[in-house]
C-alpha cells in the first residue's frame, strides 16, 4: 500500500509516521498476539519456557541477551525477530544509514532534502534487509562497529578529512533503524564493550576525528555462553547492566520435542527414485544419544552438545541406507540401528571431552553412547516382552554373521533359523504387509536391542554370537517352576532376588 509512495511529497501528504524500531517490533508482536497468530514458527519446545520470556522483554522494548550452549536456537530465535519489523519502511534511496526521509541524520541525506524539498525520490527497504548480525571475535575493532575516516574517499571527493563525507560507517550505523545482532558478545575486546555501552546509555555513537554525533535506532540484541557470560571480567558491569533481558535458552526436554526438531531440520526426503522410510525407534535412539551425551561425565558440560548432533546423525543414518538400497537395488530405503553406529563422523566432532573420555577416544565414547541409547529406547519398546527364546538361540551357540551391508533379503533369509525373532521384530511397530527392508530394519533392531542389554554379544568377524561370560540364567521351564512356587494371591508373579 505505502510503497506506492515514491516521493518525500507523497510521504507527507500520506501521514505515514515512523516510529522508533523497538516500538515497531512491540507494535507488530501486540497485532500478533491480539490476533491469537504463532510468534516463533519453527521454534519447538519454548513454548512455556523462552518464548513468554522473549515476548515480555520485547513488549518492554529491551535491548536482550540470550544465554545457552551451542546449538539451542539462539541465532534461529533473533533472525526469527525480522518477522517482527514492518514490511518495509521508506529511506533515502543511496544512503548507506538508511535514513529515515521524515528525518534524516547524515550531512548527505540533509542537504539532498534541503536542495530537492518534496520532490525528493524515497525507496522502501523490505524488512529482510533490516537485521545485521556480526560474530563476535577479540579482533573486532571500533572502526569495524563504528566506523572510520575513509582516505581514498576523501581524496577521491577532494574533501577535507574531517567533513563528515569522507565517514566509512561501521557495521552499527549501517544497522541504524535495523537489530543488531552479536553472537558470543563475550569474546568482544573490553574496548569495543565500552564503545557499545556508551550507545546503550547515550543512544548515539560518535565516530572518532568527527564533530558529529549520530542518534542511531537499533534494537539490540546478543547471544552468549551462560558460563563465559558470568565469568568475571568477561563482560564489563557497566554493559551488563544495560542488556534489559537476560533469557536462558536450553535443550530440548523431552525426546518427543527433540524427534520434532530434527524432523523439521535434517534433510531425509530425499530427491531420487528411491523413497525414505524412518521408523520412529532410529528417530528416538538418534535423539537418544544426544540425551545421553549430555548426561554423560566423559563429555564437557560446559561447551554443551548442539541439537546439530542429533539432525546430522540421521542425515548420516539415511545416506548409510541410502547407500546399502542402492547397492541391492531395493525400492525404498529404511535405516538400520546399525546404521547409526556409521553415523560416527557426525558424532565425534560435535562435543569435547573431559580427560575421562579423552582416555577412552572420541570414537570409543560414542559407540558407548550409542548402544546406550539404543538400550535405552529398546528396553523401553520391548519392556515386558519375553526375549529368552532368541536369546537361547545364541546360548546354544548360534551365531548371525550380519554387518550393516547386508541387504534386506539377506538379513532376513539369515535370521528365518532365529525361533521368535521375526515376532519380536513385529513388537517394534512392522505395520502389516511391510516391505523387506522394513522387516530387516525391525529385526536389526531387536538384534541390536540384545546387544545392548548385554543378553548377546557382536563383533566384527563372527557377527552376533551369545554374551560372553554371562551368567547362567535360568531356562524357560526352571523360571516356570520357581514362578509357580511363588505364585501370590492376586496372580501376579512374584519375583524375588
Ligand atoms: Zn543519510
Not at 519454548?46 to 513488549?59: F, G, H, K, R, S
Not at 560507517?169 to 564493550?193: S, T, V
Not at 546399502?324 to 540401528?337: N, S, T
Request: hydrophobic residues 40%.
Amino acid at each position: 500500500m505505502v510503497s506506492s509512495l515514491h516521493t518525500l511529497g507523497d510521504l507527507r501528504r500520506s501521514g505515514y509516521r515512523s516510529k522508533p524500531v523497538k516500538q515497531e517490533v512491540r507494535d507488530n508482536l501486540v497485532r500478533k498476539l491480539q490476533a491469537g497468530e504463532p510468534l516463533f514458527p519453527g521454534i519447538i519446545g519454548y513454548d512455556e519456557t523462552v518464548v513468554p520470556q522473549l515476548v515480555n522483554a520485547i513488549l518492554s522494548r529491551h535491548n536482550f541477551i540470550l544465554l545457552g550452549l551451542r546449538g539451542q536456537a539462539k541465532s534461529r530465535i533473533l533472525r526469527a525477530l525480522v518477522d517482527l519489523l514492518d514490511e518495509q519502511i521508506p529511506v533515502v534511496p543511496g544512503c548507506e544509514i538508511h535514513d529515515d526521509p521524515l528525518a534524516p541524520l547524515c550531512a548527505a541525506c540533509r542537504a539532498r532534502i534541503a536542495a530537492e524539498g518534496d520532490n525528493l525520490p524515497i525507496t522502501w527497504l523490505p524488512r529482510e534487509a533490516r537485521f545485521v548480525e556480526k560474530l563476535a571475535t577479540p579482533d573486532v575493532t571500533i572502526a569495524d562497529m563504528v566506523g572510520d575516516i575513509d582516505p581514498i574517499k576523501a581524496a577521491q571527493a577532494g574533501l577535507n578529512l574531517s567533513d563528515e563525507l569522507t565517514m566509512h560507517y561501521g557495521l552499527l550505523p549501517r544497522a541504524n533503524r535495523a537489530i543488531f545482532a552479536i553472537n558470543e558478545l563475550p569474546d568482544l575486546a573490553g574496548k569495543i564493550q565500552v564503545g557499545l555501552f556508551n550507545i546503550l546509555q547515550e543512544g548515539d555513537v560518535q565516530i572518532k576525528g568527527y564533530p558529529i554525533r549520530l542518534k542511531l535506532d537499533v534494537l539490540m540484541v546478543f547471544t552468549a555462553n551462560p558460563e563465559d557470560y558470568t565469568a568475571r571480567g568477561k563482560i564489563i558491569t557497566p554493559l551488563k547492566d544495560r542488556i534489559g533481558s537476560e533469557i536462558r535458552t536450553h535443550y530440548p526436554v523431552t525426546r518427543h520435542n527433540a524427534v520434532a526438531i530434527t524432523r523439521q531440520e535434517a534433510w531425509t526426503d530425499r530427491v531420487g527414485e528411491l523413497a525414505v522410510e524412518i521408523p520412529d525407534y532410529i528417530r528416538e535412539v538418534v535423539e537418544e544419544v544426544a540425551f545421553q551425551a549430555r548426561a554423560d561425565r566423559k563429555i564437557d558440560k560446559r561447551s554443551g552438545v548442539s541439537q546439530r548432533l542429533p539432525i546430522t546423525t540421521l542425515e548420516l543414518v539415511v545416506s548409510n541406507a541410502e547407500r546399502r538400497a542402492l547397492g541391492a537395488r531395493e525400492k525404498v530405503v529404511v535405516p538400520r540401528v546399525t546404521d547409526i553406529y556409521a553415523a560416527l563422523p557426525s558424532i565425534t566432532g560435535k562435543f569435547e571431552l573431559e580427560y575421562e573420555g579423552e582416555l577412552r577416544g572420541a570414537e570409543q565414547v560414542a559407540r558407548d553412547l550409542i548402544r546406550s541409547a539404543v538400550g535405552s529406547v529398546f528396553t523401553g519398546i520391548f519392556d515386558g516382552v519375553d526375549t529368552r527364546t532368541v536369546v537361547e538361540w545364541f546360548d546354544l551357540g548360534g551365531s548371525l554373521p550380519l554387518g550393516d551391508n547386508t541387504s534386506a533379503d539377506e538379513l532376513i533369509t539369515g535370521t528365518r533359523g532365529v525361533q521368535g525373532l521375526r515376532d519380536l521384530a513385529a513388537h517394534a511397530g512392522l505395520k502389516p504387509g511391510a516391505t523387506a527392508p522394513a522387516v530387516a530394519s525391525a529385526i536389526d533392531f531387536v538384534l541390536e536391542g540384545l546387544y545392548a542389554q548385554k543378553k548377546i554379544s557382536r563383533n566384527d568377524e563372527r557377527g552376533y554370537t551369545a554374551a560372553e561370560s554371562a551368567p547362567r540364567r535360568p531356562t524357560r521351564r526352571e523360571e516356570q517352576a520357581l514362578n509357580e512356587e511363588i505364585r501370590i494371591p492376586s496372580g501376579k508373579k512374584k519375583y524375588y532376588n
